[in-house]
């Protein structure tokens, strides 16, 4: 009894101990990651850029003598050069969309132009148009005044949502810095996340994992989220240059389109529809018609250069992941969503398919020991 006593308390002493580790272990997690919290889009978006960007660091670092820190620090110079001219242009008529939409939201006065006479010689629709182009500019200011109460409350939501693509462009160029000097560090890295992953999922496991996440991070991150960043500032150039009213904004729907694989001349269409019905024919508009189609389409020729294979993520995940990364995210959760949910999809559906061998039933031969009871049973009779 009192051993049973001894061993009781040893239990419940064991186990407390347990409990107060865990809970300590707890606390210092939930403490850490609070102090963490304000840089992690920064962090992740920066550890994306350096895993996409290292393959094109080891082809570098052949030709600078293998300096990591010179490698790193040249690609993030030419792609901070690079992305600073369009990025600028971008940013700069986001500010004006918004500026001017929030000062016709205050006045609750909206005008629309009177059309181009040019209009109603378009074959077949040209008349309809023109009429109908024609009413809205004489009667439409009545009927969207009675609106203008409902129309402010979802106009203020939206601009106020677009507001944060400044400070999301900022985040990306810190990001990239950061991401340099991960990419000056990528072999230390490489070995690091080999150890966890393997520390976690076991030594067969680990590498194949590490792999995984590798792999689909930089399918996804270039061949949807690249493809439609690269998309997105060739078409908003040429937006900017030519004068269209809200081309930084145009510009982010063409953004969200590629990533959500939609074909951008469903945008770039009616904008060359209403550069041609506002300005007219000439050299300008014509260049521009072609150059707006032929970046509408740039994406059927970046992919293969990008990517070389499909995605093996469905899409419905991609878009998933860039709707609710950027609610919840804003800007910078637009990119971070989709390239973090196909590796949470690629992984979950690796752990589903390593299902454990199954289990074969071997028969083995059991002496009969029944004359040994029948003689037991003879010594030792009832």
């Known amino acids: 009894m009192l051993r049973t006593n001894i061993s009781a308390r040893a239990l419940s002493g064991g186990l407390l101990d347990v409990l107060i580790r865990a809970g300590l272990i707890t606390v210092l997690v939930l403490f850490c ?3 963490f919290h304000p840089f992690l889009n920064l962090m992740i978006w920066a550890v994306i850029l350096a895993i996409t960007l290292y393959p094109l660091h080891k082809k570098v670092r052949g030709k600078m003598g293998g300096k990591d820190g010179r490698t790193a620090t040249l690609i993030v110079f030419v792609a901070v050069a690079l992305l600073m001219v369009p990025i600028y242009l971008l940013g700069t008529s986001i500010s004006e969309s918004i500026e001017g939409a929030l000062a016709v939201l205050k006045a609750d006065t909206l005008q629309v132009p ?18 109908y182009w024609m009413q809205a500019a004489n009667d439409m200011g009545s ?8 129309i402010k409350t979802v106009g203020l939501t939206l601009l106020g949502k677009m507001a944060d693509v400044g400070v999301g462009f ?17 072999d230390n890295g490489e070995r690091s996340a080999l150890a966890i992953t393997s520390r976690l999922s076991g030594p067969e496991r680990g590498p194949r994992i590490t792999e995984l996440c590798t792999a689909t991070i930089r399918a996804v991150a270039q061949g949807v989220v690249g493809i439609a960043f690269i998309q997105m500032m060739l078409v908003g150039v040429g937006f900017v240059l030519m004068g269209v009213p809200g081309a930084g904004l145009l510009a982010m729907i063409a953004l ?4 959500m694989q939609l074909p951008v001349l469903i945008l770039t269409i009616p904008v060359i529809a209403y550069v041609f019905a506002t300005e007219g024919t000439s050299v300008a508009t014509v260049i521009f018609c072609i150059y707006s189609l032929v970046m509408g389409m740039a994406d059927n020729v970046l992919k293969p250069l990008m990517l070389g294979r499909g995605v093996d993520v469905p899409m419905p995940v991609i878009l998933i992941g ?3 990364g950027m609610v919840s995210g804003g800007f910078i959760g637009l ?3 989709p390239v973090a949910l196909a590796v949470g999809y690629q992984l979950f559906w690796q752990w589903v398919d390593d299902q454990p061998p199954a289990e074969v039933a071997v028969d083995v031969e059991v002496p009969n020991e029944s004359p040994k009871l029948e003689v037991l049973n003879d010594q030792h009779p009832a």
Do not use: D, H, R, T
Request: proline share 7%.
């Open 322 to 324: 860039a709707l609710g």
């Open 143 to 150: 009927v969207l005044m009675k609106l203008m109460p409902y």
């Open 33 to 35: 990651f609070q102090i």
């Open 335 to 337: 990119f971070i969503g």
């Open 170 to 186: 900022l985040l990306f160029i810190g990001a990239l810095i950061i991401a340099g000097v991960l990419m000056a560090y990528g």
């Open 256 to 259: 969200l389109m590629g990533i």
């Open 114 to 131: 009177l059309p181009n006479e040019k209009i109603a010689s378009i074959p077949l629709i040209g008349k309809p148009l023109y009429g």
